[in-house]
């Protein structure tokens, strides 16, 4: 093999150079930030309250009444960052669900897990929210490496005329009275 040989794609790659490609063509076709921030998000606003610090002979806990919504408001979060991942059609929900779990976990969960946990699940809804699918666009036939390339007629442009418009006349649309119009009242 010579340096000018060409290599084709997968067959002599190393499987490495596989895998990053692989995984940035996944993560292109996702909120993949957006379900990151929002899965570290709630790891910490589960994890504070029932922490333990040990000084010396003292232990220092978080341990509250309100544990049981911390650990709910945590898990809530990451299954919603991995949601993002895995459904990208739900961002929209799982944005906004993140950024109001993280604006209740302020007062529940020891102030949104010391404001960390909080930060990164409300950069993660926005995330999500701002995030915009990747259109599919409509490429022309092209030549290609001397081979024609031939249009997906799946993805085709609509280039359909557009019917003609139809103005109203001669008909009862403009009565006010029920009778009229098949017994549909119209504002007209």
């Known amino acids: 093999m010579s340096a000018e040989t060409?290599?084709?794609?997968?067959?002599?790659?190393?499987?490495?150079?596989?895998?990053?490609?692989?995984?940035?063509?996944?993560?292109?076709?996702r909120p993949f930030w957006a379900g990151l921030f929002t899965l570290l998000g709630g790891i910490p606003i589960a994890y504070f309250p029932y922490a333990s610090l040990k000084l010396g002979h003292m232990t220092?806990?978080?341990?509250?009444t309100a544990g049981a919504g911390s650990l709910i408001i945590g898990v809530l979060l990451v299954t919603l960052g991995l949601t993002m991942w895995f459904q990208a059609v739900a961002r929209v929900f799982a944005g906004i669900a993140a950024i109001l779990l993280a604006l209740v976990s302020i007062p529940i969960a020891n102030l949104g897990g010391f404001v960390i946990g909080f930060l990164l699940s409300l950069i993660g809804g926005a995330l999500a929210l701002s995030w915009i699918p990747e259109k599919k666009t409509y490429e022309p036939a092209a030549v290609t490496?001397?081979?024609?390339?031939?249009?997906?007629?799946?993805?085709?442009?609509?280039?359909?005329?557009?019917?003609?418009?139809?103005?109203?006349?001669?008909?009862?649309?403009?009565?006010?009275?029920?009778?009229?119009?098949?017994?549909?009242?119209s504002a007209g």
């Open 60 to 64: 220092l806990s978080m341990a509250t």
């Open 145 to 185: 490496a001397g081979k024609a390339k031939q249009p997906d007629p799946a993805s085709e442009v609509d280039t359909q005329a557009v019917p003609e418009q139809w103005d109203g006349h001669g008909t009862d649309t403009y009565e006010t009275y029920t009778e009229g119009n098949g017994g549909r009242n």
């Open 6 to 29: 060409a290599v084709s794609h997968g067959r002599d790659e190393h499987y490495i150079r596989v895998l990053r490609r692989n995984f940035r063509s996944w993560r292109g076709q």
